[in-house]
């Protein structure tokens, strides 16, 4: 099975500082997804990486899945209060006898302090 | 907003007792899934569906089944509830024909608890 790991596993950022998060797969990716996550709610899709080398951005969210596909990095610049919460990564399996089988890395909790 | 509604969004229980949750979705996607959150163990998959009636186990489906007669509803049921079933648990759907290129949208949660 396809296995992600998520670095760090928590951090805490002052107001105004940036940020960055890691997922690191076993396997070449095919697709990897970004979620946030607010504590007791659901998960919220922030953006979806399926080339090598792409690199997606919305508002101060900024994506990357390297060349090999097999690691992405979410970067936050200026980090602000709204940013709390837990970021996911996410994949799903390309195997014929796991199709449609997602996996997802443990999550990153982050902290934005004033 | 996938239009996901999940059911019941709390719900406390006995050990022994059977429990069903409910997963409804607005837009006849074709794909659904159940997953449980806990912590240090992050998202796992329970079971998915990929048609009416065509249901298939994932990584945690010791203890749970599932049934989806129609394409809206997708419901989980623990046929005697143990106390390591106290979850979060998460109902999601992928929209389209593709693979792993279709992004999955969750609903909002389901907080159980077995005492």
């Known amino acids: 099975s396809q296995e992600l790991e998520q670095s760090p596993q928590s951090l805490i950022v002052q107001e105004g500082k940036n940020l960055t998060i890691n997922c690191t797969s076993s396997?070449?990716?095919?697709?990897l997804y970004w979620y946030k996550q607010k504590y007791g709610e659901g998960l919220i899709f922030l953006m979806m990486?399926?080339?090598?080398?792409e690199e997606k951005s919305h508002e101060k969210i900024t994506a990357k899945l390297d060349e090999k596909k097999q690691q992405s990095s979410l970067h936050i610049t200026a980090s602000q209060p709204s940013h709390a919460g837990i970021y996911l990564c996410?994949?799903?399996?390309?195997?014929?006898?796991?199709?449609?089988?997602?996996?997802f890395g443990a999550g990153t909790q982050v902290v934005v302090t004033p | 907003d996938a239009g996901i509604t999940q059911s019941p969004r709390h719900k406390v229980t006995e050990t022994g007792t059977p429990v069903t949750l409910r997963c409804h979705q607005t837009?006849?996607?074709?794909?659904m899934y159940w997953y449980r959150q806990d912590p240090g163990h992050g998202l796992r998959l329970i079971h998915y569906s990929y048609g009416v009636k065509d249901t298939d186990k994932g990584e945690v489906s010791d203890g749970y089944s599932v049934s989806r007669s129609k394409t809206e509803d997708f419901l989980l049921t623990l046929e005697s509830a143990t106390s390591s079933q106290t979850s979060v648990y998460f109902c999601a759907i992928t929209a389209g024909l593709v693979r792993n290129t279709d992004t999955q949208y969750f609903g909002p949660g389901t907080r159980l608890t077995v005492l």
């Open positions: 990486l399926q080339k090598g080398g």
């Open positions: 396997k070449t990716l095919y697709g």
């Open positions: 837009e006849n996607h074709r794909y």
């Open positions: 996410g994949a799903g399996s390309m195997t014929t006898d796991s199709w449609g089988k997602f996996q």
